[in-house]
């Protein structure tokens, strides 16, 4: 299997009725880099999921960031995602020349917010690839939608479906409840020295 994540216990993989394929399902802090015939798939609220891939080796990854920026070195925050993203598709002999990119997400869902966290990870994400002379050849930011996202790898083909209010309290919630989870647990992870 040629699939790599972040998180410490990996993210399910499951078969996606709707897309009719395999699936990797990731989560707020994850990323997933696959050269394999998969959708990588979250659902994002007021958080970014960047998706990038090399159309000539036919790999590609995604990211799930909440923040676009903050202490510590974890996929939470935008910076450090999109680097751990990007090392691990050089890493895997993509170039850099021929990364191209898609974003989605930045959803204002939580309201009440004189510069909301979703109009910061939006604007952070399509300065990110600016600086990093990363075409951004399509998006679906900003808004106050709640949406789920499938990439495909393999392609860089990208399906966005916007989620129906119902949603969104549901969304909000989530994202309100780790928000407040974030605020209290030290950004750093463990470390294990060898």
Same mark, same amino acid.
């Given at each position: 299997?040629? $699939?790599?994540?972040?998180?410490?216990a990996?993210?399910?993989?499951?078969?996606?009725?709707?897309?009719?394929?395999?699936?990797?399902?990731?989560?707020?802090?994850?990323?997933?880099?696959?050269?394999?015939p998969i959708?990588?798939?979250?659902?994002?609220?007021? !958080?970014?999921?960047? !998706?990038?891939?090399?159309?000539?080796?036919?790999?590609?990854?995604?990211?799930?960031?909440?923040?676009?920026?903050?202490?510590?070195? !974890?996929?939470r925050?935008?910076a %450090?995602?999109?680097?751990?993203?990007? %090392?691990?598709?050089?890493?895997?002999?993509?170039?850099?020349?021929? =990364?191209?990119?898609?974003?989605?997400?930045?959803?204002?869902v939580?309201?009440?917010?004189?510069?909301? $966290?979703?109009t910061? %990870?939006?604007?952070?994400? $399509?300065?990110?690839?600016?600086a990093?002379?990363i075409?951004?050849?399509?998006?679906?930011?900003?808004?106050?939608?709640?949406?789920?996202?499938?990439?495909?790898?393999?392609?860089?083909?990208?399906?966005?479906?916007? =989620?129906?209010?119902?949603?969104?309290r549901? =969304?909000?919630?989530i994202?309100?409840?780790?928000?407040?989870?974030?605020?209290?647990?030290?950004?750093g992870?463990?470390?294990e020295?060898?």
């Open positions: 299997m040629s $699939v790599a994540t972040a998180a410490v990996a993210p399910g993989r499951y078969f996606d009725g709707a897309l009719q394929t395999e699936a990797l399902k990731l989560l707020p802090a994850d990323y997933a880099v696959s050269d394999e959708a990588l798939v979250t659902l994002l609220g007021s !958080c970014v999921a960047a !998706c990038l891939w090399d159309p000539l080796l036919r790999i590609g990854g995604m990211n799930h960031f909440m923040l676009p920026d903050g202490d510590g070195s !974890c996929a925050y935008g %450090n995602a999109m680097e751990l993203l990007i %090392n691990d598709l050089l890493k895997r002999g993509a170039r850099r020349a021929r =990364l191209q990119a898609k974003a989605f997400g930045g959803g204002n939580l309201r009440g917010f004189a510069d909301p $966290v979703g910061r %990870n939006a604007r952070f994400v $399509v300065d990110y690839l600016a990093e002379r075409p951004l050849l399509a998006q679906d930011l900003g808004d106050i939608h709640p949406r789920k996202i499938a990439f495909f790898p393999q392609t860089g083909r990208a399906f966005v479906r916007r =989620l129906p209010a119902t949603r969104e549901e =969304l909000a919630d994202e309100r409840a780790y928000h407040e989870r974030l605020s209290r647990a030290p950004s992870g463990s470390v020295l060898f």
